[in-house]
């Protein structure tokens, strides 16, 4: 059976780290909310999210394998991992790469603070003071506390630092190129001074980017555009 993912159908968002790691593995998944049919749709989700259930979902992304729903991206990923062969096979590497995983969690609900610094059911339009203000100490604080960190786990890896964890591609060098693209598109400007300053993460972004079924995702119509809806947001006036 494919693994049935559940998210909303018109933006990357927390999916999408989900996505890369199933595209990566060459699995078949269904990405539920995007389909068209019966048991399909946002209506089908939502139907099965408020449907009583010894573990509900709180929110999506949630996976549904063999009648389980599995919640939150870092704990989907630690589960996904060792089955996509996408996670150490030593206990304590995997380990690691969840805690990584966390830090990436904590990482994007800075990034979504930025334009939604009051409140998520404000527009931003009622807010943009604030963001303004929150995007500047993002960029000039957050952004390299966050990726001189990742840079040093990079760096510090003693089987390489081609990548995060060993010597072997995991969900979260998938993640890494994610958060790459992600703030390129947000905040073009302030990546273009500033991603210098971390070069191995960026020969890791471009790395995964040419990996040849994250290549071909990358031009297909799974993958969904950045977008205003989404948690990487680009309005000019945050920038740099």
């Known amino acids: 059976m494919p693994y049935e993912l559940f998210y909303w159908p018109t933006i990357q968002g927390r999916g999408e780290f989900i996505r890369l790691a199933l595209e990566e593995a060459g699995v078949d998944y269904i990405d539920v909310a995007r389909r068209r049919g019966r048991g399909m749709g946002v209506a089908a989700m939502m139907k099965l999210m408020e449907a009583p259930a010894a573990h509900p979902a709180f929110a999506p992304p949630f996976l549904r394998v063999d009648g389980e729903l599995i919640a939150h991206t ?115 400007r302030a990546m273009a001074a500033s991603e210098s300053s971390w070069p191995r993460l960026v020969a890791l972004h471009d790395a995964v980017a040419v990996r040849p079924r994250i290549a071909a995702y990358l031009k297909s119509k799974r993958r969904i555009a950045f977008n205003r809806d989404g948690i990487f947001r680009h309005y000019p006036e945050l920038d740099l």
Not at 162 to 169: A, E, K
């Open 74 to 188: 870092a704990n989907i990923l630690d589960w996904l991992g060792p089955r996509l062969k996408l996670a150490p096979a030593n206990a304590q590497a995997r380990r690691w790469t969840h805690q990584l995983q966390l830090s990436v969690t904590d990482f994007l609900v800075e990034v979504h603070d930025t334009h939604h610094p009051i409140a998520s059911a404000l527009y931003y339009e009622e807010q943009k003071r604030e963001s303004r203000r929150r995007a500047r100490i993002f960029i000039e604080q957050r952004i390299p506390k966050y990726l001189d960190y990742f840079e040093q786990v990079l760096e510090s890896n003693p089987q390489g630092d081609r990548h995060m964890v060993g010597r072997s591609l995991t969900y979260v060098d998938l993640s890494m190129f994610q958060l790459i693209e992600g703030l390129r598109y947000a905040f073009p």
